[in-house]
């Protein structure tokens, strides 16, 4: 079955620099949330998007900005990087607002 | 807010023998709730929810977990583990339709090690 897919899988930056994350839903999932975990915590939501609109904000930073498009992929854009923004990103996608997510492997950011 | 806790950091059982990860949550409005399995260096995968219904789910990999309304309880259980059962695990919780949002909060995670 078709998975969630993000790229890219890794990616070192330095400060100050920009970085874009690209995430794929699953075929027909109309939902995408984004999520960060640091090294050993527990993911933290950042926003999320229905129907390419957003549907919920969470702890996301001024720095960063996200927006799904027509075709339901979706890219988070983070500027200024920070050293603390290294992370994991997790991108997941669902069939509606209120049904199980799905996860994609993540993209790993290392800011150095 | 809605909130999870996750008493236990590590949780250790030999093969064979039936495990349980404890599960704590709090939401204003019904829970729907999620458990999360991550495998080293891997995203999380789905095992189970709960959002209506019978008490008991069930879920992949022969989990299953006991929602307890009244003790705001959501206890992944399996009841023989296997050595590949050792992951990470994060119960996950979301307010329903009235509470507002979609975003899941996660807890603090477990560790489970299986040992031979």
């Known amino acids: 079955a078709a998975g969630v897919i993000q790229s890219p899988r890794h990616l070192i930056k330095e400060k100050r620099e920009t970085a874009t994350l690209k995430c794929y839903p699953i075929p027909r999932h109309d939902t995408v949330y984004w999520y960060q975990q640091g090294p050993g915590q527990d993911p933290q939501f950042l926003i999320s998007?229905?129907?390419?609109?957003?549907?919920d904000k969470g702890s996301i930073p001024d720095r960063f900005s996200a927006q799904q498009f027509s075709d339901y992929h979706s890219e988070l854009n983070m500027s200024s990087l920070e050293l603390g923004d290294s992370a994991l990103y997790f991108c997941?996608?669902?069939?509606?607002?209120?049904?199980?997510?799905?996860f994609g492997p993540g993209t790993r950011l290392t800011v150095l | 807010a809605q909130s999870v806790a996750q008493p236990e950091d590590q949780v250790n059982v030999a093969e064979g023998n039936p495990l349980t990860v404890k599960c704590t949550y709090s939401v204003s409005g019904n829970p729907y709730l999620f458990w999360y399995v991550q495998y080293p260096n891997r995203g999380l995968q789905f095992l189970l929810k709960y959002i209506t219904g019978d008490n008991l789910v069930k879920g992949s990999y022969g989990f299953e977990a006991e929602f307890n309304k009244s003790q705001t309880s959501f206890h992944l259980k399996k009841p023989s583990a296997l050595v590949s059962d050792s992951a990470l695990y994060f119960c996950?919780?979301?307010?329903?339709?009235?509470?507002?949002?979609?975003?899941?909060?996660f807890g603090t995670g477990t560790q489970l090690k299986v040992e031979l």
């Open positions: 996950a919780v979301r307010d329903g339709p009235t509470g507002g949002g979609n975003k899941l909060t």
């Open positions: 997941a996608s669902s069939s509606g607002l209120y049904n199980e997510q799905f």
């Open positions: 998007f229905y129907e390419k609109m957003q549907s």
